[in-house]
Each structure stands twice: as C-alpha cells, then as structure tokens.
C-alpha cells in the first residue's frame, strides 16, 4: 500500500526571514573568526534557502553552531535557535533523519528549559520528529511525538482548529501503519471532526479513513468514503490528491473482485501521475495496475505492468511487492521457473532469512504471501514430475515460517478488531497451505504430511476466539489488582454500551449531526483511557500480557489423548470454492478424505438445505404447493450433503462425533443429513436422519473445545436460572396446533410458551425464574454469575455484517418504547464460570461469518465470557415446539445424560410425539449443543 505524501503534509517549516540581504553577498562577507552573531548567520541561511542556495545555508547553520560549541554555550537561546534551525533544514531537505532528529531532540529539550510558555513551538518541534520517524518507516517510533505534541495544540488553538487536524491525522496514519487499524480509523474520524468547516484538507482526510478500512481488510467500507474523498477532492481542484484517490480506488475495486472497474481507476491515475511527474508514485500505480490486470486474470497485462513498475524504479531499492506480483502472474500461466527466481528476489528484499527473525522483516503480510506461493510451487515441482523430497521439506519450512509471522503479529495485538482486520489479510493462505500438505501425502502416503496440514488448519481455526478465552484464563491465574481489573472491565461496558449507541444511530434516520460527534467523542475519550489503563496493568503484570498472547501447539496426539474416547471421533473441515478436506481422528487412529468441488457447490447445497428447512414456515403466506416444494428440496439437499459430508467416512463413524465446522458449514445442522433419500420428502418422521445413529456436539475448534472442558468448574451455589421477558401467559392451548399458529421467536411479541418453559424448566432443576417484564437486562446480568446453568427464552436476532451487534431482547425500560438489546460485544464484557448456557431464541448461532474465524455473533460471545458449553439456534424457531423440546433436554439431563445424548434424546422424543408437519425438521433440528458435552449434576 501506497504512502501518501500529500495526506501528511500540511506543517512543512517556515522558519521566518527577516533579512534582506542575499544569501551569497553573506557567504562571501562572512569573516570566520567572528560569530558573535549567530542567530542573525541563522537567519541569512534562511535568505540563502529561499534563493536556492541549500549547500551555502548549511555552511552558515553548522558554523554558528559549531562557533556556540566552542564558546562552551549550548544552553543559550542563540544554540536553540541554530539547532533548531539545522534540525528543520535537514527534515525539509531530506538531508539526514538522523541528523534532523538529533538537532531537534536537543531543540526540544532547550525549549523545555529556556522558554517552558513556548508550548507552540515545542509541539511543532515534536511533530517534526515524529515526521522524520514516520517518513523513515518507523510508525511505533512516530506517534509517540505526535501524542505529546497534541495536548499542546489543543492547549493552543483548542479542539477545531486545521494545526489540530493535523496532528489527529498524523496518529491515524501511524496507527494505520502499526497494524492498530481500530485505533487508526478512530483518530482519523476525530481529524474530520476537528477540521473547521469547509476546509480543503477535508478530502484528503476522508481519504485516510477509506485508506485504512481497505488496509484492514474491508473494501465496502473503503469504497463510502474514497468516493465521499473524491468529490471532495474534485471541488477543490488538487490533480495530486485526485490521482492518489483513483489510483487508492482502484485498489479497491480490486479488493472487491471488480477488475473491469480496478483498471479503469488505476489507468487513470497513472496517466494524472505521469504527467504530474512523480516518480514514486507512478512506480506505486504500476503495481496496482499489475495486480489489477491479475484480478482481471490478464496475467500479460499484469506482467507488463509489473516489469514497467521495476524499471521505472531500477535506481531506487528493490521493489518486492512487485517481484511477488509477477510470481503470482507467472505461477497462474504455469510458468514456475520464471516464478521461483522472482519469489527469492521478493523474499531477499523483504529480509527473509531462515532461522526466520519476524522483527527483522521488512513487510510481514508481504513475506507471509511469498512463503506461501514459493511453498505451493515448491510442492508443484515434486507433483508434477521432479521428486526430490528436498522440494517437499522446503515447502514445509516455508509455511511453519509462514505460520510464525501470523502468530507473532496477532498475539502483539490487544484490540479485537485489529485481530481480525490482520486475520482477514491472514487466512487467505490457510487452504493454500493444507493443499500444500495434502498434495505430498497424495504422492508419498506419508502420514506425517496429514498431521501438519491438521495442524495448520487447526491452529487457524478461531484463532482470536481462542486467545479471548486464553486471556480469561490469564486473568484468573495472574494476580491482577482488583482496583486495575474492575476498572478495566467497567471501561469495556462503557464501550461496548457506547459502540452499540453508535451502530443503533447508524440504522436511523439521522438527526443531528453533533449527537453522532458527541458519541463519537466519547468513544474516543473511553478507548484512549482503556489503552491507558493497560498500559497500567501491563507494567505491574507483564505474565498476563505474555500468557493471553502465546498461541500453544496443537497436535494430533494430544488432542486425541485429552478428547477423545473409544466412542468418541472428531471430524473436522476445512472448504473453500474449490475443495473439501475432512480430517476424522479417532482415538488411536486418522483418516482423510478430499474432494474437488465445482463452482462453489458446497455453498449451493448447504443455501438449499436451510432454505428448504424454514421457508415455508417464515414465508409470510403459506400454501400446499410451497409445502412440498421446500420439502423436497430440503430431501435432496440433505442427501447430496450427507454424500459428501458423511459417507466417505462413514464406515470408520463411532456413536458419538464432534464436529468441527468450516465456512459455510457453521449454518448447517448436520443432525438433519439424510443417510438415503426419502420415498416421500413430506413424510418426516420416516426419514433416515443422522441423528439416528450418532449423538452430535460441535466446536469452534479442537483447541477451544479443550480449554472451554479444562475450564474451572463453576463455583455458583444455584443451579439454574431462566428467564422469559417476553412471557405473556396463554389461554387453553394445545402445543400440537400451537406450533402452526404461535409466533415465532423472531418478531418481538409476546410469546406465550416461554414463561411456561422458563418456570418448568426452574422447576425440574430447582433453580430460579424470572418472567415478564422483571426480566430486565439488568437483572440478568447482576444474576448471571451466581448461577451454573443460564437458560435464555427470549427473542434474537442475527446480524450478518456486524456480529458483535446480534442481541438477545428485553422488555422496554419504563421510559423507553423500544425493547432493550444484549448485544454481543456486551456479552464478552460478562465474567461468568457457567456449565452450560441455552439460547432458546432466534438465530441465536448466527451471525457474521469470517473465514476462518467462523461466525461473530452470541455463542461466540458467551464462550469468550465463560460458558463451557451453549446451546443456540440456527434459524428463526417455534415457540410451542421450542417449549417442548427444551423440557425434553432438561429432563434427560437431570437422568444424567451427557449434553449431546440429552439433546439428541430430546430431539427423538420430540419425533415420536409428533407426525407430518409436526415432525418437520424445522422444530427440532435448529438447536445444537457447542462446546463440552459431559453430563451436569444437579
């Protein structure tokens, strides 16, 4: 990614001339015996720089400098003066970074001492240090500067005002630059909010904003606000700033898969850079021309593109985001000679060397995609006819390298949102990895090769999920003071209230423009704290900090001795567009299986199957001819599933399975796979499901699944807590007919069946439930820790976009007409040691999906907050039938039965009871059990 200038310029130096004379009448008067006048030499430098006489005005600054050093006189005013004059000439003349932050480092401390009221000057002294750090490549060096020299801007030209914009869009772009993306788009929004009205840095600075949001990974977001940058831009008529914008556009479009709109942008940058005539950044839109064409899959263009960015550059230092550019074009038109010489090029100039050192490295993301690509074409050479187990054995140290970085960068990150911004960027590579690991196995029958492509894909699955858990873990080992700890998590309440604020705000007309900044301004306020308050506790506990970011090996072995019985067997997925891998361990054995798919037909079965499951019932008008239709369409997708899913290892499938999903695989229910397809599609409770012959539990991941069993057990005296704030109680009903009439528990109306589930269910485990409109979120969350079940019969709602904002609803407060939201980002605030927690609400399972990551959304939540098992939903369920089932669970876990059989039982039970669309897998195939299955006591 680009750096540009341009967008962080805006405070170049003007020292102030006041003389007249000509800089070379004074160099050639000047008597070098005579230096009693100083700063007037400083001054004629000034008059000679003006002139262009830069060599002549060095000679001046550095002998009245030198003439004070003599005199012994270095805390004078005269000193500052000149060294603070030589620090400036050297940032502005790129004469020496080193030099100019020496020179000014000195400055800064004289203006400290000789003229403490001088606040404006300090904090200018400070901004051109923390320039010459950024300019260098050296952000983490950078903001510190630009931090101390902000409150001297407020102090002296207050909150809105253009010197303090800068400074905000200075940290932004450091932030940008550190990986603290998060932290980045926030200083950036407060640069925009302090810049005075109409002012013409306006564009650049909504360029920033688009300019992060596409380095964290989500172009939809980059594309609102370059285009907003660019109409900016256009009305104040900068050709520069209007180049940067097309060409940052078109790396956008790029991101978005849209080559067509990519090139079109970027060609047009290139034509505005050249004529502007600078060098760099013409070599820069070449690149992205380069990659363009590639998206394209013009592999020539791209070629061409590339090479004229290498030649355009060959008197500057190595270009490696171009070599890598070639290697992927060259590697696509099976050209791997050509790609190998220009990987070792791309990964010489990046600093890589084995042992591999990730501080040494002068791009992470970059040398991380160039070990994947020489290791997939390392694997190719011996596929393909060269067997040398050399290749082999490289391709494997490339990608445990390649896995070295990604850790290492994610566990140096605190905030969430920077762990998935960099994931997102990470994960591309992990089915580029496991096929590079398969593909020798294919050949070699090497056992060894499927271990390390389990590994790798399970060490890649719910990685950030895992280090929140790690850090729960952490906290509970490490002796962090209560004072520091509850004020920790006050803050993240405080947050995590505010953000939801803000998102509720974003979905609204909006009113007036100062209530989304004075939101804004408090989550800036609350989040600059926070970071303040772990600084704090990183200082008094650096073993908490270390702890929750170690990434612990996982393998084969240990996770069949720590999980995994006889009876038990752990399948696990990994798919992309193109391929599903299984990986079935057993507790003395493991198997593989692998298939090639076309065109994302994974996807399309899986989008079949769940909407042949509930669209009928969630279809607003239901007749015979969409009954059958979506029954059929649910039988035979749930056939082609289980065909591929299921029945290549179905010989080797014990009574129990833990399944571990991927992708599109986390919506679906496998205990509704059919075994054979059905004579008739209608005709439920006949079918062959796979719930028949397995009990089924799932995971985020074999790691997280032995830390959520290996979790403390709860503590809490109290069993059980249930809560229904949405119970409105029914007349005479009968539960059979009601599930064809009762609302569903997705639009927020009464429910009839949950106050009357809640209170049996309280019942059967002697614990406690609170109905109706007492069920406040507040009372749940004073509640919650004090109890080892949480049972939730309420509404839910999803959010695919943003799942940290899917929520779990309560009754409206007294002064409010709309019903109270528990939002995800809310629950990871919640400190619980809870043995199981039931969803018993809509889509409580859903919500964003991330690659890799799996899906954002109240599971996710309650696991980081402590529950080693959840119960959720997969789609919008019944309220009668809900009812029904979740008494049946409650009732065989209270005979003793572990989790996933009390589940399943409940399930079977639900399936005798009933007939035709009764027994539709809608009512009872939504719930499913995730995390540790052993049995509760009571």
């Given at each position: 990614m680009k750096n540009k200038k341009r967008f962080l310029a805006g405070w170049l130096v003007s020292v102030g001339c006041c003389w007249a004379m000509t800089g070379a009448s004074l160099f050639a008067q000047m008597n070098t015996s005579d230096y009693a006048n100083t700063s007037a030499y400083a001054s004629m430098a000034d008059s000679l720089v003006k002139i262009g006489q830069k060599e002549e005005a060095l000679i001046f600054l550095l002998h009245s400098k030198d003439s004070?050093?003599?005199?012994?006189?270095?805390?004078?005013?005269?000193?500052?003066?000149?060294?603070?004059?030589?620090?400036?000439?050297?940032?502005?003349?790129?004469?020496g970074m080193a030099k100019a932050r020496e020179c000014l480092e000195e400055a800064a401390k004289l203006l400290q001492a000789l003229e403490p009221q001088n606040k404006t000057d300090l904090a200018f002294v400070w901004h051109i240090i923390g320039k010459s750090h950024y300019f260098n490549?050296?952000?983490?060096?950078?903001?510190?500067?630009?931090?101390?020299?902000?409150?001297?801007?407020?102090?002296?030209?207050?909150?809105?005002?253009?010197?303090?914009?800068?400074?905000?869009?200075?940290?932004?772009?450091?932030?940008?630059?550190?990986?603290?993306?998060?932290?980045?788009?926030?200083?950036?929004?407060?640069?925009?909010?302090?810049?005075?009205?109409?002012?013409?840095?306006?564009?650049?600075?909504?360029?920033?904003?688009?300019?992060?949001?596409?380095?964290?990974?989500?172009?939809?977001?980059?594309?609102?606000?370059?285009?907003?940058?660019?109409?900016?831009?256009?009305?104040?008529?900068?050709?520069?700033?209007?180049?940067?914008?097309?060409?940052?556009?078109?790396?956008?479009?790029?991101?978005?898969?849209?080559?067509?709109?990519?090139?079109?942008?970027?060609?047009?940058?290139?034509?505005?850079?050249?004529?502007?005539?600078?060098?760099?950044?013409?070599?820069?839109?070449?690149?992205?021309?380069?990659?363009?064409?590639?998206?394209?899959?013009?592999?020539?263009?791209?070629?061409?593109?590339?090479?004229?960015?290498?030649?355009?550059?060959?008197?500057?230092?190595?270009?490696?985001?171009?070599?890598?550019?070639?290697?992927?074009?060259?590697?696509?038109?099976?050209?791997?000679?050509?790609?190998?010489?220009?990987?070792?090029?791309?990964?010489?100039?990046?600093?890589?060397?084995?042992?591999?050192?990730?501080?040494?490295?002068?791009?992470?993301?970059?040398?991380?995609?160039?070990?994947?690509?020489?290791?997939?074409?390392?694997?190719?050479?011996?596929?393909?006819?060269?067997?040398?187990?050399?290749?082999?054995?490289?391709?494997?140290?490339?990608?445990?390298?390649?896995?070295?970085?990604?850790?290492?960068?994610?566990?140096?990150?605190?905030?969430?949102?920077?762990?998935?911004?960099?994931?997102?960027?990470?994960?591309?590579?992990?089915?580029?990895?496991?096929?590079?690991?398969?593909?020798?196995?294919?050949?070699?029958?090497?056992?060894?090769?499927?271990?390390?492509?389990?590994?790798?894909a399970e060490i890649n699955k719910s990685l950030l999920l895992y280090q929140m858990v790690l850090e729960n873990k952490a906290r509970r080992q490490f002796a962090v003071p209560d004072s520091l700890g509850s004020a920790e998590e006050q803050l993240k309440k405080s947050i995590a209230e505010v953000e939801k604020a803000l998102f509720d705000f974003s979905q609204k007309p909006p009113p007036a423009a100062a209530v989304a900044d004075s939101m804004q301004e408090r989550l800036f306020a609350l989040k600059n704290r926070y970071e303040s308050l772990r600084g704090s506790i990183k200082a008094i506990c650096p073993d908490y900090f270390a702890a929750n970011a170690a990434f612990p090996h996982e393998d084969i072995e240990a996770i069949q001795a720590d999980l995994l019985d006889d009876s038990t067997a752990l399948l696990e997925y990994a798919v992309d567009d193109s391929t599903l891998r299984i990986f079935l361990l057993r507790r003395d054995t493991f198997f593989f299986y692998q298939n090639r798919l076309l065109d994302s037909f994974l996807k399309k079965q899986v989008v079949r199957m769940r909407w042949g499951l509930y669209a009928y019932f969630t279809a607003p008008e239901k007749n015979s001819a969409l009954y059958l239709q979506t029954a059929q369409e649910y039988a035979e997708s749930a056939f082609a599933l289980y065909?591929?899913?299921?029945?290549?290892?179905?010989?080797?499938?014990?009574?129990?399975?833990?399944?571990?999903?991927?992708?599109?695989?986390?919506?679906?229910?496998?205990?509704?796979?059919?075994?054979?397809?059905?004579?008739?599609?209608?005709?439920?409770?006949?079918?062959?499901?796979?719930?028949?012959?397995?009990?089924?539990?799932?995971?985020?991941?074999?790691?997280?699944?032995?830390?959520?069993?290996?979790?403390?057990?709860?503590?809490?005296?109290?069993?059980?807590?249930?809560?229904?704030?949405?119970?409105?109680?029914?007349?005479?009903?009968?539960?059979?007919?009601?599930?064809?009439?009762?609302?569903?528990?997705?639009?927020?109306?009464?429910?009839?069946?949950?106050?009357?589930?809640?209170r049996k269910i309280a019942t059967l485990t002697k614990g406690s439930a609170i109905v109706g409109s007492a069920a406040t979120i507040a009372e749940f969350v004073r509640l919650a820790p004090g109890f080892r079940i949480l049972h939730l019969a309420t509404h839910g709602r999803a959010n695919d976009r943003e799942g940290e904002f899917s929520f779990l609803a309560f009754p409206a407060l007294a002064d409010s007409l709309e019903a109270e939201q528990l939002t995800a980002s809310e629950i990871y605030t919640l400190r619980l040691n809870v043995a199981l927690v039931v969803l018993s609400a809509c889509e409580t399972g859903l919500g964003a999906l991330h690659r890799g990551e799996g899906i954002i959304g109240l599971s996710r939540a309650f696991a980081s907050a402590g529950a080693k098992s959840i119960v959720h939903s997969l789609w919008t369920v019944n309220d009668?039938?809900?009812?029904?089932?979740?008494?049946?669970?409650?009732?065989?876990?209270?005979?003793?039965?572990?989790?996933?059989?009390?589940?399943?039982?409940?399930?079977?039970?639900?399936?005798?009871?009933?007939?035709?669309?009764?027994?539709?897998?809608?009512?009872?195939?939504?719930?499913?059990?995730?995390?540790?299955?052993?049995?509760?006591?009571?």
């Open positions: 004070l050093e003599k005199q012994g006189d270095r805390q004078s005013a005269e000193y500052l003066s000149v060294v603070r004059s030589l620090g400036f000439f050297y940032f502005d003349h790129r004469r490549g050296r952000p983490k060096q950078a903001y510190p500067y630009f931090e101390k020299s902000l409150p001297l801007w407020l102090e002296a030209f207050g909150e809105h005002d253009a010197n303090t914009a800068r400074c905000y869009n200075a940290l932004a772009l450091c932030y940008k630059e550190a990986g603290l993306y998060d932290k980045g788009i926030q200083y950036a929004l407060k640069a925009i909010r302090s810049l005075p009205q109409h002012h013409p840095d306006l564009g650049a600075y909504l360029y920033n904003i688009g300019f992060i949001y596409l380095s964290r990974g989500a172009p939809d977001e980059a594309l609102k606000y370059l285009e907003e940058a660019l109409q900016a831009i256009e009305a104040n008529g900068d050709d520069d700033d209007r180049a940067l914008c097309l060409s940052m556009l078109g790396s956008t479009y790029a991101s978005l898969g849209d080559g067509a709109k990519a090139v079109e942008h970027q060609k047009h940058a290139l034509e505005m850079f050249e004529k502007i005539g600078d060098a760099g950044y013409v070599i820069a839109c070449y690149q992205d021309l380069g990659r363009a064409y590639r998206v394209q899959r013009d592999y020539a263009q791209s070629l061409e593109s590339y090479r004229a960015a290498l030649v355009y550059g060959s008197s500057q230092k190595p270009r490696p985001d171009a070599l890598l550019g070639m290697a992927y074009a060259y590697r696509a038109m099976n050209d791997q000679a050509v790609a190998l010489p220009c990987l070792d090029s791309a990964l010489s100039a990046l600093g890589y060397t084995r042992p591999l050192q990730p501080d040494s490295l002068a791009n992470r993301m970059l040398t991380y995609r160039a070990l994947l690509l020489k290791a997939a074409i390392m694997a190719d050479k011996y596929a393909t006819g060269d067997k040398n187990i050399e290749h082999l054995q490289q391709a494997g140290e490339l990608l445990s390298d390649a896995q070295t970085i990604i850790l290492a960068r994610i566990g140096a990150l605190y905030q969430d949102k920077n762990k998935l911004a960099f994931y997102r960027l990470a994960t591309e590579g992990n089915t580029q990895a496991i096929d590079v690991y398969t593909r020798p196995y294919a050949a070699t029958q090497n056992a060894d090769w499927l271990r390390r492509a389990f590994e790798f065909q591929l899913l299921i029945a290549p290892m179905e010989e080797n499938l014990p009574p129990k399975l833990i399944i571990v999903p991927d992708g599109v695989l986390n919506y679906l229910p496998f205990e509704a796979l059919l075994a054979t397809p059905p004579p008739r599609a209608d005709r439920f409770e006949q079918h062959r499901y796979l719930m028949l012959r397995h009990d089924l539990s799932y995971c985020f991941s074999a790691a997280l699944l032995r830390e959520m069993k290996n979790a403390p057990p709860p503590t809490a005296s109290s069993a059980l807590l249930a809560i229904a704030p949405f119970y409105e109680k029914a007349g005479v009903w009968s539960d059979s007919a009601a599930m064809n009439t009762e609302p569903l528990r997705a639009a927020l109306r009464p429910l009839p069946h949950s106050g009357e589930e809640a009668a039938a809900t009812k029904t089932l979740m008494e049946h669970f409650y009732q065989n876990l209270r005979r003793g039965l572990p989790k996933d059989a009390a589940l399943r039982q409940a399930k079977l039970s639900f399936l005798r009871q009933h007939k035709g669309e009764s027994a539709h897998p809608f009512f009872w195939s939504g719930f499913v059990l995730l995390g540790d299955s052993s049995p509760l006591s009571f």
